[in-house]
């Protein structure tokens, strides 16, 4: 694709104002038209929700020199689906979202407003990536995530893949002069423990916040959480097909229905 | 396991005063000791979406005569968390959710709230199932519904099961006489193609609604809509390895990273 034809999509979960959707407009600007449509609050955590009993706000903003912007008070699916029906008028020739604050390897996929971003633009056949950069501060320094979205981009860009195509870029927290690269990995088998801190209101009624502490229960070295633990970037194709092939043929010879 | 030593978790995205929850509670209520956590309000479309930013609320409720009951303020994952740590103080031994007002067949799997809180539960290695019946009304007749949760919860407690296992089942609205039984099944290849209906409010600014149509893109007989059409409910068994590892091998062989 030339510049000139490919309409890129930025989007992701922290919030239109949040520095690391910044550093993704800028990785990506000179790559093609660049279309914003972001969440007007941060909407982390909000995994593939969307937003069926309010309406939706969108407006036009102007916060990225030169580039078309749109904040929208729904969730990050919410902004996918309005960019294409109401701001583009087609779907998008690449969909990326984030950068992300923080990590979103292995299982938090599916708890990632950035992926399920990505994920809903992929469902209409646009290849899609989402970014997440392993340092959560709100002062964490780009560099190195900017340079990873440009080239993963720049890649997809220039890449046949197949419609639907979605990917999830994990960027590790390194020197430049440790960093090894990007490796493709597969999602590692991985899980929360929760808590929950128990705190008393001022009106004497308990209230729970979430914590929880994450644990790696895979070995392998061809996962996403090895990758990064090792100096790469981790980069995971995802599919949506979510069936169990191999307990249905077990089911379906044991269950004798 | 013997009813005295099976814990059934029941939630839903729906609220815990809807009909369907109320249809799930009877369904199972002979299979083990139930304990009710479901969230205060309607959580439709809310995906594996958790809540990070804000406390969470649990309140016990007296709404199902002689079960334990505990509504929440968050979403139907938050529900499944809470329920383990703060009121089991242990997993439960399986965990049913629903029966929700409304498919969740196909890809609708990773938009509902009915689904997310079910794989929450088997990401903790419980057996889990969602029930999900074709009719949205709100005075829908629960008897068939009613009917295959508890067929289906029995087989799940009786049988030798995978640690994690999760079942997505469909219900549809046929007559008794029509109804062929259950069905084991894939996930359809299908999407939304949304739309959004535009409106001005009494100030003059635009919102939106969102609305959408369904497709079904799959001719296969071996899926879930196939077996819904045709007088079954669906069974698809779920994984959450969300790895593509035809396209992650391609890129290893292509990309030369």
New interface residues.
């Given amino acids: 694709m030339a510049k000139e034809e490919t309409t890129i999509l930025v989007t992701n979960d922290d919030g239109i104002i949040a520095p690391g959707i910044r550093a993704l407009v800028n990785a990506v600007k000179a790559l093609g038209r660049v279309v914003v449509v972001a969440p007007d609050s941060?909407q982390?955590?909000?995994?593939?929700?969307?937003?069926?009993?309010t309406?939706?706000?969108?407006d036009q903003v102007d916060l990225f020199e030169g580039i078309e912007a749109w904040q929208c008070s729904g969730t990050p699916?919410?902004c996918v689906?309005?960019a294409?029906?109401?701001i583009l008028h087609r779907r998008p020739d690449i969909c990326v979202s984030g950068i992300n604050h923080g990590a979103n390897h292995s299982?938090n996929?599916?708890?990632s407003g950035t992926m399920?971003a990505a994920?809903e633009a992929a469902?209409?056949g646009v290849p899609s990536v989402g970014f997440s950069f392993l340092d959560y501060r709100y002062d964490a320094d780009f560099t190195l995530p900017q340079q990873v979205a440009h080239e993963v981009t720049a890649?997809m860009i220039n890449?046949k893949l197949?419609a639907g195509?979605?990917f999830n870029v994990n960027i590790p927290v390194v020197d430049a002069s440790a960093y090894k690269?990007?490796?493709?990995?597969?999602?590692a088998?991985a899980?929360w423990v929760?808590?929950?801190e128990?705190?008393i209101d001022p009106h004497s009624?308990?209230?729970?916040?979430?914590t929880g502490e994450f644990r790696n229960l895979d070995e392998g070295e061809d996962t996403d959480v090895w990758a990064l633990e090792n100096g790469y970037s981790s980069?995971?194709?995802?599919?949506?097909?979510?069936?169990?092939?191999k307990?249905?043929q077990q089911?379906?010879s044991?269950?004798k229905?």
């Fill in positions: 941060p982390s955590g909000k995994g593939h929700a969307i937003t069926i009993g309406p939706l706000r969108l699916v919410d689906k309005l294409r029906a109401k299982i996929i599916i708890y399920s994920m469902l209409e890649k890449t197949p195509t979605l690269g990007l490796r493709i990995c597969r999602q088998n899980k929760e808590e929950f128990e705190r009624k308990k209230y729970y916040w979430l980069l995971v194709p995802v599919q949506y097909d979510l069936t169990d092939y307990l249905k089911l379906i044991e269950w229905l």
